[in-house]
C-alpha cells in the first residue's frame, strides 16, 4: 500500500514542477512562433523596400509600447 502512495506523489510532485514550464515557457514558445511567421510573412515579399518598412513598422510600434509603459509606469499587463 505504501508503494502506490509515493508513486502517487512523485507523480503529483512531477506535475507541480511541470507547471513553471507551462505557465512561462507558454508566452515565450508563442512569441517564437510569432516572430517566426512575421519573418517568413516579410521573407516571401520580393521587394525589399517593403520588407524594410514592415521591420521599421514593428520596431516603432514595439518601441512607442515599451515607451509608454515607462511613462505610466504599468506593471500589470
Known amino acids: 500500500m505504501e508503494e502506490n502512495g509515493s508513486k502517487s506523489m ?24 510569432g516572430a517566426t511567421s512575421i519573418s517568413a510573412i516579410l521573407g516571401t515579399i520580393v521587394n525589399r523596400w517593403i520588407t524594410a518598412a514592415g521591420i521599421l513598422f514593428i520596431l516603432i510600434v514595439g518601441g512607442a509600447t515599451i515607451a509608454i509603459r515607462r511613462l505610466f509606469n504599468c506593471t500589470a499587463v
Open 10 to 33: 512523485l507523480a503529483a510532485i512531477g506535475v507541480l514542477a511541470l507547471l513553471p514550464l507551462v505557465c512561462c515557457g507558454g508566452p515565450i514558445l508563442f512569441t517564437l512562433f
